[in-house]
Nanobody, 114 residues
Framework: VQLQASGGGLVQAGGFLRLSCAASGLIFNINTVGWYRQAPGKQRELVASITSRGSTNYADSVKGRFTISRDNANNTVYLKMNSLKPEDTAVYYC?????????WGQGTQVTVSS
């Protein structure tokens, strides 16, 4: 499974971005896709995830601002990020899990200026 993340950039506080994670390869056994982020000097943390059945999970810090969704026809998972804050600045990583494996995409930088 290959994951291609895109959509990061520089935005002012209060702005929005949409990240995309496009999956290819043996994706039929993927059951959960998630977005993680890692800020400088901090541990990588889960931001949001979505299962193959559409169940979603969010970190408390992004609830009400971020929305994760999936487009099964295009094998893509999106993370819409609204009302961005400087503390959302981080490298965002796409992650996919099957029963046996965990896959990571390359990171995409999100920078929120105050």
């Amino acid at each position: 499974v290959q994951l291609q993340a895109s959509g990061g950039g520089l935005v002012q506080a209060g702005g929005f971005l949409r990240l995309s994670c496009a999956a290819s390869g043996l994706i039929f056994n993927i059951n959960t896709v998630g977005w993680y982020r890692q800020a400088p000097g901090k541990q990588r943390e889960l931001v949001a995830s979505i299962t193959s059945r559409g169940s979603t999970n969010y970190a408390d810090s992004v609830k009400g601002r971020f929305t994760i969704s999936r487009d099964n026809a295009n094998n893509t998972v999106y993370l819409k990020m609204n009302s961005l804050k400087p503390e959302d600045t981080a490298v965002y990583y796409c992650n996919a899990r099957s029963d046996r494996y965990i896959y990571w995409g390359q990171g995409t930088q999100v920078t929120v200026s105050s």
